[in-house]
């Protein structure tokens, strides 16, 4: 069982940036594929970011290509989003999942484990 704790949201104007933290719970953290997702409001949850156990291997949504970076601190069983050129669209709730199998992958189905979202406002 692994649990998930997202910090970092907030309110920030277009062209800044922000650093979501994902703290799990569990001794496996290491083993797990990270990803990143993200929901607007009245839209589906969208793949932003993954990365595998050792950050060797990522992916990424073309929307955020080049402005998100996502990065793992295994000794710290945490994983990091930094965002950067922040634009009003990319406001949503951003969610961290954990997914025990190898491939990385941008379907959210695949993921086992959730945290409970971050409040990112992108003003104008």
């Known amino acids: 069982q692994v649990q998930l704790v997202e910090s970092g949201g907030g309110l920030v104007q277009a062209g800044g940036s922000l650093r979501l933290s994902c703290a799990a719970s569990?001794?496996?953290?290491?083993?797990?594929?990270m990803g990143w997702f993200r929901q607007a409001p009245g839209k589906e949850r969208e793949f932003v970011a993954a990365s595998n156990w050792s950050g060797s291997i990522t992916l990424y949504a073309d929307s955020v290509k080049g402005r998100f970076t996502i990065s793992r601190d295994n000794a710290k069983n945490t994983v990091y989003l930094q965002m950067n050129s922040l634009k009003p669209e990319d406001t949503a709730v951003y969610y961290c999942?954990?997914?025990?199998?190898?491939?990385?992958?941008?379907?959210?189905?695949?993921?086992?484990?959730w945290g409970q979202g971050t409040q990112v406002t992108v003003s104008s």
């Open positions: 999942a954990a997914d025990d199998s190898i491939a990385v992958v941008k379907i959210a189905l695949s993921y086992d484990y």
């Open positions: 569990g001794r496996t953290f290491s083993s797990y594929v």
